[in-house]
């Protein structure tokens, strides 16, 4: 039982997220907030607007999960210190003389090491989520799939959201639609991490912890070497969609049909945008097959 | 008392939902859903949002009420049975090869028949909703109201949030301004148990059960035979917006100086419109006056 | 203890604000609801649409404050006595005939009488948010804020949150970017009473809401006389800004260099702005100094 690898684990499931690691998050939150085109001229407009959007950007994914749960949102203003620790790393990083701090960020090293660091709160993330969700709900296994997805992805739906209200919305950013890598991520681990809390998976959590941080941090970095902002996931996908919904085939060329039969309901061009893009996936499936 | 008519009644509010009347609301409300032009593309492209959407169709009234009264939205997601349930109908509509579903439901007598069944749900998540924010405030008689509402009625509101915050918002979908026959027949609703609740009501709440989802199943097949999307209401309200708001006429009148004289508010263009809505209103008034 | 000026601060901190503030308070935000253009249309088209609206206006802040802290935000429904009172002034506002309230309005003592009393009620409901955010969050002293402010001003946040939602969302009157002077005011309200309350200020509760009373009625009260928008803080914020945010200078002369770095980021367009807005601050600071 207590082989190294257990150990290893043991002590890795127990290393605290407090001061490096949420520092490391914060700092890749605040970096991105920054990175918007825009951000430091509101900065210096309305540092508090901005303060608002960097707090937002740290502590999205809690504030989703407590909407959801029906928790104070304000708790995250709760336990002063982060919000300080937060609050001065937004400060250093917007109002830094000659902004050193965005210069020291944009070396290679220091972004992959912070986003490494950032992925393993994910994880920290996820577990403190369906947990949390699971003591409110006993049995209520998609509620906790729910808020471990909620804590561990959700700080972009609350940033979205706040776009929105700002009347800065970008619909092409909509994170509904087509999901993005850690929104994917972020939901297998929240799967996994339920089904092992439900006693579906029989893996001790503290192992279950370590793989699944290294394959975030594992598949982070190489995708931030490789620039590609494609994800490892594309064959599962592919074969899980084609084993759930095989018949897209025969559905569109029968869909043709229904969609002009019920064409009454909007205008020309909005039905025929289904088709299109109806066909076109079915055109890609073509070229996968002869393949 | 126990007339054939009483046990009737009783016997017909004691009936459970679960199975059946359920089936009903999840398949008009996923069918309303898939009707939307490019619904059955995001389908295909992200079927997680799609089942999100249909979720919110189908459970969008109780998650209103649950964020009116500061429970956990995701309370609905907490009984399983139901949402394996809808997200079946979800998937069988959706999914189904040369959508048989569809096919099927396009022929009337269905129609008709799930129609009829949905709009007895209605009545269902009325009562509840009364009789749930009586358990929070006593005699908070406007709360039992709008709770009543809202789960009877507010999955549009839920639904067109969902699609602002998707940035496929249509303005002249809005719920606020017009509101739809639905939003009307159940805000009488409302307003009828929640007096019986209050004792104002010298009925037994069977037989009102019964009389008031009659009343709901005769209307909208009457409303779906005949195709009329206005409303058997239209008389009574006109006498009551009459009853009440009677002197529109020489308001209006002496609109036309107070509006000029704080003109200096708004551009022209918005302003001028205010006093072409009055002036028409008052000719519609004039013109069922003469008749 | 007992000097007269105690006596008096103690007997002014202990009047109730039920029926004349309130009803000063219902009357300004109704009218300010009224002056809008096409609210009197919305009124006669859908008058609960309207009542709804003017209910937003009157109880924003406490509903803000609600959601906040995660409590029913129906809960204003709940006390019907000030449900009744504000109905019947915005049902008198919008349908009493050749509107004598507006023109009653119109005259400037009515409206500095009602302006002044509204003021009152402002620095009791910080008052109260911050003793409510208190007995939740026993040392968080950031909740305290947050919820005073959001009571005291949070009105505003609400309804541009609802006109979002109806659609008729205007941008420029964003609430988050260019803080209004209500919410200046009372965030330093808040932060005031916060410090009154963790005892960091060594001032008696009563003195302070005295002070803080008079020094909202005599500003708001100055600028309705002499009709500036702008406020009395320019200097304290500019220096403030100054201590804090002082390097904007050589930061901005760096920023040129990281964002053509950065500007992949974004459009050219987009990027251009900031560099503009920020020259053009560095311009008024520089005039700023050379007078």
Redesign the interface.
């Known amino acids: 039982m207590d082989s190294p690898w257990d150990e290893l684990t043991l002590a890795f499931s127990r290393t605290s997220m407090f001061p490096f690691f949420d520092i490391a998050h914060y700092l890749v939150s605040v970096m991105a907030l920054k990175?918007?085109?825009?951000?430091?001229?509101?900065a210096?407009?309305?540092?508090?607007?901005s303060w608002?959007t960097a707090m937002l950007h740290c502590f999205g994914g809690g504030i989703l999960s407590?909407?959801?749960?029906?928790?104070?949102?304000?708790r995250f203003?709760?336990n002063?210190t982060n919000?300080l620790l937060a609050s001065s790393i937004w400060y250093i990083i917007f109002?830094?003389?000659?902004?050193l701090v965005?210069?020291g960020y944009?070396f290679l090293p220091v972004q992959l090491l912070a986003a490494g660091m950032k992925e393993v709160t994910r994880t920290w993330k996820i577990v403190g989520g369906v947990t949390h969700a699971n003591s409110?709900?006993k049995?209520?296994?998609?509620?906790m799939i729910?808020?471990g997805w909620a804590r561990g992805a959700g700080g972009t739906v609350i940033t979205?959201?706040e776009q929105?209200?700002?009347?800065g919305?970008k619909?092409e950013a909509?994170e509904?639609?087509?999901?993005s890598y850690p929104a994917k991520v972020t939901?297998l681990g929240s799967v996994i991490f339920t089904f092992q809390h439900t006693k579906h998976l029989a893996v001790s959590r503290h192992n279950l912890m370590f793989l699944y941080t290294m394959f975030l941090v594992a598949t982070k970095i190489t995708m931030m070497i490789t620039e590609t902002a494609n994800v490892p996931f594309a064959p599962f996908e592919d074969t899980l969609?084609r084993m759930?919904?095989g018949?897209?085939q025969?559905?569109?060329s029968?869909?043709k049909k229904?969609?002009t039969?019920?064409s009454f309901?909007?205008?020309g061009s909005?039905?025929s945008?289904?088709i299109a893009?109806?066909s076109d996936?079915v055109k890609k499936k073509h070229t996968k097959k002869t393949e």
């Open positions: 990175r918007q085109p825009g951000a430091a001229a509101v210096w407009k309305n540092p508090l607007s608002f407590c909407v959801l749960l029906a928790e104070p949102p304000l203003l709760a002063t919000i109002f830094c003389p000659c902004d965005s210069q944009s409110y709900y049995n209520g296994w998609i509620v729910a808020i979205n959201f929105l209200v700002k009347g919305w619909p909509d509904w639609l087509k999901m939901l969609s759930l919904f018949w897209q025969q559905f569109s029968c869909e229904s969609e039969k019920s309901n909007g205008t909005s039905t945008k289904p893009v109806a996936t």
